[in-house]
């Protein structure tokens, strides 16, 4: 690409997209937003095709000098660019989402959603700190007025709930960081990811970041915003929410905490472990008994969330790349199945379980569609939530079996609530005549659904495209923290193949009773 | 281009097809696609089969596409065909192809056909996708694929809530075996480094004696793995324990139960084992725990099919117990007798499936056998083919001469066993035997009360629903099934009750007027071909996969003890002779309880009183896992709910937060009282606090 600035132009799309649908009426808002995010996407594709695997570590790199060091630093690595892919890609499916049913203020929202994909971009691809600072908090500006204006009912308490969790935990951050430039004299992330920083420093460093990025992941006892601001937002609002906002917490500990604070890391794992095995536990079982649908898939998602941080946290190679997988297939699915609720809720507009029931009957497809999502959902292998189950939990098994076991009873919970969902809304008799009438798919849905399922199938199927830009990243990143890494619980002793060949002969022989051996 | 792509793949790409054309494509182009495919998979699947049957045929591998590559984790798609896949081949595509046949008749009248073709499809190529599998990831692929498939076929006639409920807890109750799976796999790659299971079991030998950490404590390393990967195969083949879906799962469609959950994939688990059969040599003890678990298993589900009156309930326990015995040969080391029973079981059970179909199709959907009886001159193809089945899996035959498919199996597996010569062995022998003597009788019990004695045909409401409303077909798949037999403990009375007075007040109105007839030939081809593989399966290949030189067949496929064959056949002649000793035992007491004297079992049910009771309840194991785990698991989500989040997280979080935030505001608002005097008095105050502070 030279020195096109490629990462600029992706910023600046969505951001004249956005200033234009402030002044427009609702028609041409519409397709102003839709066109904004399509070329966005396009110039993403672009990106992905350029992006050099293998070649240098910071790719598409630009940096214009501010002032006082600050600087307007642009960059991406695998990582990176795999989220910014799933921001771009999620973000027409969004202005989609909203059409139809968002008839009030039609240019504000689509302006809010312009930024919030302008940010969400510069959140994955600034390369200076406060740049960074600056995206992430400003992300909550339009998240805070889409869920307060188009949110439903109890829209203001989400909103600030939303507003009030976040940026308790950001202002820590910001001391943080402001200490970090202070001690090292640079803005410069990659720079600073490269920094061994003390250990006594390293702890409040840690935490500091901690305490934001739990929020935004969220993790157990960070959560109860999330049921809250997801129940509020409007659909599209929720599909990003999920999708990618929550990516930035995960995000923030693989790019600042493992790498700048690689001992502080492994001396709070067992923090990340608590919580990560309660979250797990705790909220599929809230999930289990949900009367309404978003806050069920709200609740799932905290738990998927928590599998997260234990693969970021397992400090191997799968557990890494399985926590990067699983926050790119929960983008994907949580915001599928979000968008499944909202076709329904369009047509009946509640979101309450128990009013539907039976749409096998009379939506097919559609029924196919949620299918697919809620066995991604539970991690059916073949489907992308497979892949990152099965690394993130291989990953921390090679730390600790208990861990592992934990939270592997999440596929069986996880299973429960689903399909638990799925028959109360797509099995069983049509109860309600209004329920029974609703029609199948339209166009704009079927457009919106597609490319999500083949999405996830073909990350389920075929993995590799996008475990192959991210794997020089991350088996950096692995080398970095291995010094700090924890250690196993399995370590397997060597066997003794003299007493094997001697079992087996015996065994064959049938000459000896089966002695229990090692087993208590 | 290698055949086992196209037997793999041509029924997914069936399967995709007949899906999602639907209702576009029709119902009888999706029959077509479908059982089309099946068959030329079938086809194809044959010779592979008989190439190593005859010798000569070599294993290969055959790759598709990568998969995942993660640091040291890699597994690819790829197919393995050897003689342990071949064996499965044969037994998948063949019971497919006749069962998508069969469906044609069966599901004549139901509305979603594409959907059901397409489904079965589904599962055919999940399970070939098992079997084929060169690693363990790819197995786990094909393992939760026919997850997925059971799921959607037992709830396929997903209005009725039964059937919705069914199938949630299959795939639930898999899913725990399955989290023991997988996390055998994790241990497995932390120990060998590897998923790919040729390379597993290379290795496998050379670990026996090893120590591994787990849960805090230290096991003997395969032990720990060979248990983790058991409870997944537990979980598929239902044994004892996460068995309670198994039975439920009766809520599919009958040629689903044939296909599904007889014949293919609650063996899976079988296969595993089979497949891993290295692994479990290196662990003498995750052994003993097979050979214990498969032995209490075929006696416990053996009492069970004899006490309950739902024909399909019955096989459904019946398979139970079969997989039992498989698991305790692989346990005491004969995989071959295993895998064999698994062929011979595959056929038989397959028929009797497809036959008590048949029956239903012409009973309109009664279930229940109670309302059965002297059926043999109405559906004579049916009674016959289905008697062969009964002849197969009660092992008729003479030690040493000729038998039925069922009469080589068991008897290998329990001659194993004996000739084994360890004490779990010796448990094993032993609850086979007395499976042996229940499965007989059971077994003669449904054929004697379905097809002889008088007809009792019109109590049954569904028969009642047919002479009253011929033209009421289209409404019969929201029927409950079943569900006479659910909650009444003294059941043996009042079925005989309702029998009596029906036969007490005039011999012809047992009938009630109503004709059942013999199911259509696309029906009859099935039950006829797979009477042939229940009569001569066994003894023509009896000599491939349990007899000296049977290793040239396995070709290290699995593990194959020479002397355990050689101990088979020194085994005491009573050991010989026992199964069919109580094969004639139970047949004589069903023949007397079923047709001599009638009172008889009712009368033996009052007498065991809760014994009885216990047993007709399936050992209470749903009622047990209904108040260990589905209510606490419901009661603990409101109570973190309500009490956790919104009670103290919120209360004391943001919403407190905010309370401290308001109340403070209210306590501001009075300082701001608007007289002068007052902020004067906070000026000076602040003024003289920062003057002290400063010449402190």
């Not at chain 1, 990659?190 to 409040?204: G, I, K, R």
Request: net charge negative.
């Amino acid at each position: 690409m030279g020195g096109f600035p490629i990462l600029s132009l992706m910023l600046l799309v969505p951001l004249v997209g956005a200033i234009a649908c402030l002044f427009l009426d609702a028609r041409p808002a519409r397709t102003v937003a839709l066109v904004a995010t399509l070329i966005d996407f396009v110039l993403g594709v672009v990106l992905w095709a350029n992006y050099d695997i293998g070649g240098a570590q910071w790719q598409f790199t630009e940096r214009t000098e501010i002032f006082a060091g600050f600087s307007y630093a642009l960059g991406i690595d695998g990582i990176a660019l795999m989220l910014i892919m799933l921001s771009v890609f999620l973000m027409p499916i969004c202005i989609g989402a909203g059409w139809t049913s968002i008839n009030k203020r039609v240019g504000e929202y689509m302006a809010a959603f312009l930024l919030m994909e302008m940010l969400m971009i510069g959140v994955f691809a600034a390369q200076d700190l406060f740049l960074f600072y600056i995206f992430f908090e400003a992300g909550l500006i339009p998240m805070y007025l889409i869920i307060g204006i188009w949110g439903g009912d109890n829209r203001i308490y989400a909103s600030y709930k939303f507003f009030l969790y976040t940026l308790l935990g950001s202002v820590l951050m910001l001391i943080a960081m402001l200490w970090m430039v202070n001690e090292t004299g640079t803005t410069d992330i990659p720079t600073l990811m490269v920094t061994d920083f003390a250990p006594a420093a390293q702890t409040w460093l840690w935490l500091a970041f901690f305490a934001s990025f739990a929020v935004k992941m969220p993790m157990w006892p960070v959560h109860t915003w999330l049921p809250d601001a997801h129940v509020q937002a409007p659909t599209a609002g929720s599909v990003i929410l999920a999708g990618v906002l929550l990516k930035m917490g995960g995000y923030g500990f693989i790019r600042f905490s493992l790498p700048m604070f690689p001992e502080a890391s492994a001396q709070f794992a067992w923090l990340i472990y608590a919580l990560s095995m309660v979250a797990v536990v705790v909220t599929s079982l809230i999930a289990l008994v949900q009367n309404d649908m978003k806050k069920l898939i709200a609740y799932s998602s905290v738990a998927h969330m928590a599998i997260v941080t234990v693969g970021v946290f397992a400090f191997n190679t799968q557990g890494l790349e399985g926590s990067m997988i699983m926050m790119l297939s929960h983008g994907l699915v949580s915001g599928a199945l979000f968008l499944a609720v909202g076709v329904i809720y369009d047509r009946l507009h509640t979101r309450e379980i128990d009013r539907y029931g039976g749409l096998s009957i009379n939506m097919p497809h559609y029924a196919l569609f949620f299918l697919l999502f809620t066995m991604a959902s539970i991690g059916l292998p073949g489907t992308s939530g497979f892949v990152a189950e099965f690394l993130s939990l291989a990953g921390i098994y090679q730390v600790s079996t208990w861990v592992a076991l934990i939270c592997t009873t999440g596929i069986i919970l996880g299973a429960a609530y689903m399909l638990y969902l799925y028959r109360r809304v797509a099995f069983g008799e049509q109860k309600h005549a209004d329920a029974a009438a609703m029609g199948d798919l339209t166009l704009r849905e079927y457009l919106m659904m597609i490319p999500l399922a083949l999405a996830v199938l073909w990350m389920g199927i075929y993995p590799e495209s996008f475990l192959a830009p991210m794997r020089a990243d991350i088996q950096a990143l692995d080398a970095r923290i291995a010094r700090a890494a924890p250690e196993s619980d399995s370590k397997p002793t060597p066997g003794k193949p003299q007493a094997a060949v001697h079992t087996v002969s015996e065994v064959g022989h049938g000459a000896t009773p089966a002695a229990p051996e090692g087993v208590h | 281009m290698h055949p086992i792509l196209i037997i793999v793949f041509l029924p997914l790409l069936a399967a995709i097809a007949a899906g999602l054309g639907n209702k576009q494509l029709g119902a009888t182009t999706a029959k077509i696609l479908t059982t089309g495919a099946l068959f030329v998979s079938c086809v194809l699947s044959w010779p592979i089969f008989l190439g190593f049957v005859a010798g000569g045929a070599e294993a290969s591998v055959v790759p598709v596409l990568k998969w995942v590559e993660s640091g040291a984790m890699t597994f690819d798609w790829a197919l393995r065909v050897d003689s342990l896949t071949a064996v499965m081949l044969v037994v998948i595509t063949t019971v497919s192809a006749l069962v998508h046949l069969y469906s044609w008749g069966y599901m004549d009248e139901d509305p979603d056909q594409p959907r059901f073709f397409a489904y079965l499809s589904l599962f055919t190529f999940a399970m070939l996708m098992l079997v084929t599998a060169d690693n363990l990831v790819q197995m786990f692929f094909g393992w939760e694929g026919v997850g997925l498939a059971s799921y959607l076929l037992i709830g396929f006639w997903f209005r009725k809530p039964s059937a919705c409920a069914a199938a949630i807890k299959a795939f639930v109750v898999n899913r725990v075996g399955d989290l023991g799976f997988m996390l055998g796999i994790f241990g497995t790659f932390l120990v060998f480094g590897t998923t790919s299971i040729p390379e597993i079991l290379a290795a496998a030998p050379g670990m026996a004696g090893s120590t591994i950490g787990f849960l805090g404590y230290r096991f003997d390393t395969m032990t720990v793995l060979c248990i983790l990967l058991f409870i997944g195969a537990m979980g598929k083949s239902a044994q004892l324990g996460l068995h309670t879906w198994l039975p439920d799962a009766m809520e599919g469609p009958t040629p689903v139960s044939a296909l599904i959950h007889a014949a293919t994939m609650v063996t899976a688990g079988v296969f595993m084992v089979c497949r891993l059969s290295p692994m479990f040599e290196a662990s003498p003890s995750a052994m003993a725990f097979v050979a214990v678990i498969g032995g209490a298993t075929c006696f416990f589900a053996a009492t069970i099919g004899c006490t309950q009156w739902d024909i399909k309930r019955v096989i459904a326990y019946s398979t139970c117990s079969q997989l039992g015995y498989m698991f305790f040969a692989a346990g005491v080391g004969a995989y071959g007798a295993a895998m064999f029973h698994l062929f011979t079981h595959a056929f038989f059970k397959a028929l009797l499936f497809l036959g008590a179909g048949s029956v239903i199709h012409a009973m309109h959907h009664e279930q229940d056998m109670r309302y059965y009886g002297a059926l043999r001159k109405e559906i004579p193809i049916t009674f016959w083919t289905m008697t062969a089945g009964t002849l197969a899996i009660t092992g008729v035959g003479i030690a040493g001469f000729v038998g039925f498919a069922g009469f080589y199996s068991k008897d290998a597996i329990l001659e194993a066993a004996f000739g084994a010569g360890t004490q779990v062995g010796q448990f094993a022998f032993w609850m086979g035997i007395l499976a042996a003597l229940m499965t007989s009788f059971y077994s003669w019990r449904l054929v004697f009360l379905t097809f002889f004695g008088k007809p009792r045909w019109a109590a049954s409401e569904h028969i009642q629903h047919a002479l009253h409303d011929e033209h009421g077909h289209d409404a019969h798949d929201t029927h409950g099934h079943g569900h006479e037999a659910e909650n009444a403990p003294a059941q043996e009375d009042a079925g005989h009750d309702a029998a009596h007075s029906a036969h007490a007040a005039d011999a012809h109105e047992g009938t009630g007027g109503y004709h059942p007839h013999e199911s259509p030939l696309v029906m009859l081809i099935p039950l006829l071909v797979l009477s042939l593989g229940a009569v001569f399966a066994g003894f023509v290949f009896q000599h491939a996969f349990v007899s000296e030189g049977t290793g040239e067949f396995w070709q290290g496929a699995l593990v194959f003890h020479e002397h355990l064959i050689h101990a088979m056949h020194e085994v005491p002649t009573w050991v010989k002779w026992s199964p069919f000793t109580v094969m004639a035992i139970g047949f004589v007491t069903a023949w007397y309880g079923y047709i001599r004297n009638t009172e008889f079992p009712a009368a033996v049910a009052r007498q065991l009183g809760p014994v009885y009771t216990f047993v007709f309840r399936k050992w209470m194991f749903d009622e047990l896992y209904h108040y260990v785990f589905v209510v606490p698991a419901f009661w603990l989500g409101r109570v973190f709910w309500k009490r956790g989040d919104e009670g103290t997280i919120n209360r004391f979080g943001p919403d407190g937060a905010a309370w401290v935030v308001a109340r403070g505001a209210t306590y501001a608002q009075k300082v701001q009282s608007g007289y002068l005097y007052s902020y004067a008095l906070v000026m000076l105050l602040g003024l003289v606090a920062a003057v002290s502070w400063v010449i402190k």
